[in-house]
């Protein structure tokens, strides 16, 4: 009696043509602010990986004055980790995630807010490993360098965020970051933030929102070219879904964002879906956010 052998290593799963999701979080923020839209996506069989970048998440600076009780005095003059980090250093480490999850199928890149400076530049350096680009009311510069600069335009003038300069501490210029003390008790000041950022919740869906928060953000990440590239960015499919009620990216803004993407390749315009919520009121509606990636073509 013949006997046929046979491998009883195990073999990987085959691999489909389905996209991994990776999102890229806004400015103060981590990985954990995706946590409503990754459930989502996952009730409707998706992959995603949401990254901490340089100095964020479990990485991020949580000083003792920064706890209760405060030492605004001290925390002022505290040097920051963050001080360093600069949007290239935010693009490596991305475009290390994207090489590798590019191994097991296409992947779509998705950022929010100042998360869109660093897709873009993901964008830039590997076109050939990104199937498509989507910016959640996010930062997709192309006729200015970076946020900074866009903000001096017209466009930006609907936003609240002026009164959100109380919440600095510090000397941005010396400590090489925005310092903001989301654990403030000052109630006209929460006010204001939240009307900036998450009108449409509740007061503690807002609460909630702002514990998730790192106090710091690299004044080098916000300053730094962030600007698309026709040969590169503008070669990759992208879409924008707008923010109708933000009112830290004012709608006008990102109006503008996309006119001057499709402007730079008119041959490879955005696809624009709309959404009626604040800067971060999408996480309060994630199967809205997870219905429209569902769709994508990729």
Avoid at 71 to 92: C, F, M, Y
Wanted: glycine share 8%.
């Amino acid at each position: 009696m013949t006997s046929t052998s046979r491998d009883s290593s195990p073999s990987k799963p085959a691999r489909d043509a389905d996209p991994t999701f990776v999102l890229v979080h806004g400015s103060c923020s981590s990985s954990l602010m995706w946590a409503p839209v990754q459930r989502a996506l996952a009730l409707l069989g998706r992959r995603s990986y949401a990254v901490d970048l340089p100095g964020h998440g479990f990485d991020a600076q949580y000083s003792s004055a920064y706890q209760a009780p405060q030492d605004l005095e001290a925390w002022a003059v505290e040097p920051s980790k963050l001080a360093g980090v600069t949007l290239r250093d935010n693009i490596d480490m991305v475009v290390d995630v994207v090489r590798r999850l590019a191994e097991h199928g296409p992947v779509v890149l998705v950022g929010a807010s100042l998360g869109g400076t660093t897709v873009t530049g993901v964008g830039n350096t590997v076109p050939d490993l990104v199937s498509r680009l989507v910016y959640i009311s996010a930062w997709s510069c192309v006729r200015r360098a970076n946020p900074m600069e866009y903000m001096q335009e017209p466009e930006f003038g609907e936003n609240l965020l002026a009164p959100l300069a109380a919440l600095n501490v510090g000397n941005p210029a010396e400590l090489g970051v925005g310092r903001a003390n989301y654990r403030t008790a000052d109630p006209d000041l929460i006010a204001a933030a939240k009307a900036a950022i998450m009108a449409d919740g509740t007061d503690e869906q807002f609460r909630a929102f702002l514990n998730i928060l790192q106090p710091d953000e690299s004044l080098a990440v916000i300053a730094g070219d962030a600007r698309g590239h026709a040969d590169t960015w503008g070669t990759i499919p992208r879409t924008y879904i707008r923010l109708a009620d933000d009112r830290s990216i004012p709608v006008a803004m990102q109006d503008r964002l996309i006119a001057e993407g499709d402007a730079l390749t008119p041959g490879n315009p955005y696809d624009v879906h709309t959404l009626a919520t604040s800067h971060v009121g999408f996480l309060l509606e994630p199967a809205k956010v997870a219905g429209i990636l569902d769709r994508l073509t990729v």
